[in-house]
């Protein structure tokens, strides 16, 4: 049950991600690989705010979004002067920088010994120690960022974001900020990206730089165009599939001296069907299955 709880809250946690991720990628059409740095960067703000001074969960959040948005913001003046495959490349470039900062600086971050003895997080007095209490916080954030996406989608300015998307001269000829735009989205998901930071440190108590390399956004990522761009409930089943189909990987009887490879080459294998069953391709064999429930 303890193995089941926790990759419940690993769906969790990459469902905000991706959904964070959407906003700017699926929204706007920003694709980012630079998202494992703000989610780094969450996580360290409240490491450091939490071992080093003392201060519990709850501050720690707006504190973590802060910085990541700020970071966001310098981030996007240099990167949105590219574009299309350039700015790919420029936010490639961001997170291995964002990487190297957390592997050396090491008064800060203590480089590759990590941040260890990451408190629990308190509320209404209590611990939040359980993995069943845990899953039901991270549900709470996962409802609460999924709400604001989705408002933000519907709002004017989420319109504004499809429209560059689609056509983005279009959208400057009717005199639409585009560079403001995406200036906006892009700081709005690295700032949303810290929240579950902040809750991945304090779940696992310890961090470390390889939490948060290049290959964790390129995989948040997977889960954003596997899910659907723009989609926020594909997200969800993206994440699902991407969690839990290596780990039922694990149960086929395979020969432990070919377990590891075989497994990767179905995974890989059952990851470009997905991807040639269309744009919503996981959603899509979920929903006859929720309709029928």
């Known amino acids: 049950m303890e193995y089941i709880l926790h990759l419940f809250i690993l769906i969790c946690f990459y469902t905000m991600l991706s959904q964070c991720l959407n906003l700017s990628a699926g929204f706007a059409g920003l694709i980012s690989l630079t ?53 790919i490349i420029c936010t490639l470039g961001i997170q ?17 010994l990590g941040i260890p003895g990451i408190p629990s997080i308190q509320f209404l007095g209590f611990s939040v120690e359980s993995k069943i209490s845990f899953l039901l916080l991270s549900l709470f954030f996962v409802v609460a960022i999924w709400f604001v996406l989705r408002n933000i989608s519907r709002s004017g300015f989420g319109k504004t974001l499809m429209a560059i998307s689609d056509d983005e001269i279009y959208s400057q000829s009717i005199g639409k900020n585009v560079y403001l735009a995406k200036t906006v989205s892009f700081t709005l ?24 390399t290049v290959n964790e956004s390129i995989f948040v990522l997977s889960i954003v165009i596997i899910g659907g761009l723009g989609n926020l409930s594909g997200s969800f089943f993206a994440s699902a599939f991407l969690v ?26 059952i990851l470009v069907i997905v991807m040639m069953t269309g744009k919503n391709g996981v959603q899509e064999l979920f929903e006859p299955a929720v309709k029928k429930s």
């Open 189 to 212: 998901s690295a700032m949303l990206a810290a929240i579950p930071g902040t809750l991945y440190a304090h779940y696992i108590s310890y961090i470390d730089p390889t939490s948060f």
């Open 35 to 87: 998202h494992a740095g703000f989610y780094g960067i969450g996580a360290y703000t409240t490491a450091i705010l939490s071992t080093y001074y003392s201060f519990s969960f709850w501050p720690s959040i707006p504190l973590a979004m802060i910085i990541s948005g700020c970071i966001a913001f310098i981030v996007s003046l240099i990167a949105l002067r590219t574009v299309d495959d350039y700015f």
């Open 244 to 269: 839990l189909l290596p780990e039922a990987l694990r149960f086929v009887g395979m020969p432990d001296s070919i377990a590891a490879n075989m497994r990767q080459i179905i995974y890989g294998f």
């Open 96 to 112: 291995v920088i964002l990487f190297s900062i957390m592997n050396n600086w090491m008064d800060l971050t203590r480089g590759p």
